[in-house]
């Protein structure tokens, strides 16, 4: 069975927001919410207390890229950090009297994942989880889901919280996702939506990339993005805040070329959003780090 010990640094947050307490609780800059900008603080603070242990204990169709704990998603970009689009803080709140809460369907319960957290006490109240989740279960009074499908509880800053979930875990073939056509939904559309005065050399270095990796759809094309970030003669990762300005990203991209998890992450998506194919800034824990 697998066990994972997160200690991920999630990336700056405002004061009120980090996951703070005092006594022998979790404390720092380490968390979520709703409200994400670049490049907010210095550096991201080092802290070695456990925030989450995570039992998998069954696993039909692990990822390749393997399992992620999905915190919160965000869909507007402002160009100096993510939040909700106006419209879609709206969630729907769950109860169940005997603790087992349905949020999805699933073609084949063969297919479910089985996870159960064992979360710290936190002032967050995100529950973690692998995508897709499709139920959870655990002495909660409620869970609430945004328009997001991101899941929330009770906040728990004084005790333990302990949950199981349920996620299909399985992806579409590689054949299926190249042969999207991207057609989407009129209210998928705040996806697509650039930030305002994005600078225009994202658009020209994205085209580029995408024209030297010959990509003929979108997911070719979105790997193109992806290996051009990740490619260590382009870009590097540090803890240190090198970025910012009025445009933290565009100096990023172009001129510091070094940054730590959500630089990368709000690259990628930009970057696709210029292409049409649609995306949001997604927070995660992801499972191999111990």
Known sequence: ????????????????????????????????????????????????????????????????????????????????????????VRSEKKESDSGFFKLGTTEDVSRLTTQTFFVEPVDTPVLFGAPRIVAVQGKLPFVRVDSEMSVQTRPHDQERLVYRVFSDTTEPSVNVLRADRLQYLV?????????????????????????????????????????????????????????????????????VRAGHCEYFATAMAVMLRTQKIASTGRQWIPAWRI
Request: charged share 20%.
């Open 1 to 88: 069975m697998l066990l994972a010990l997160p200690l991920f640094l999630i990336a700056p947050r405002t004061a009120s927001s980090a996951l703070r307490r005092g006594g022998n609780g979790v404390s720092g800059f380490i968390g979520f919410s709703e409200n994400v900008t670049l490049g907010q603080i210095g550096r991201l603070k080092g802290n070695d207390e456990v925030f989450m242990r995570v039992r998998v204990e069954s696993a039909p169709a692990i990822p390749a890229s393997g399992l992620r704990w999905r915190g919160v998603a965000l869909d507007e970009f402002t160009g100096r950090g993510w939040k909700k689009s106006l419209g879609q």
């Open 187 to 255: 209210e998928s559309a705040r996806y697509l939506a650039p930030p305002p005065n994005l600078d225009p050399r994202i658009s020209a270095l994205t085209e580029t990339v995408v024209r030297q990796a010959g990509s003929r759809n979108g997911f070719d094309a979105a790997r193109a993005i992806e290996s051009h970030l990740r490619d260590n003669d382009n870009y590097g990762y540090t803890l240190e805040l090198k970025a910012g300005g009025p445009d933290p990203l565009a100096d990023f991209l172009f001129n």
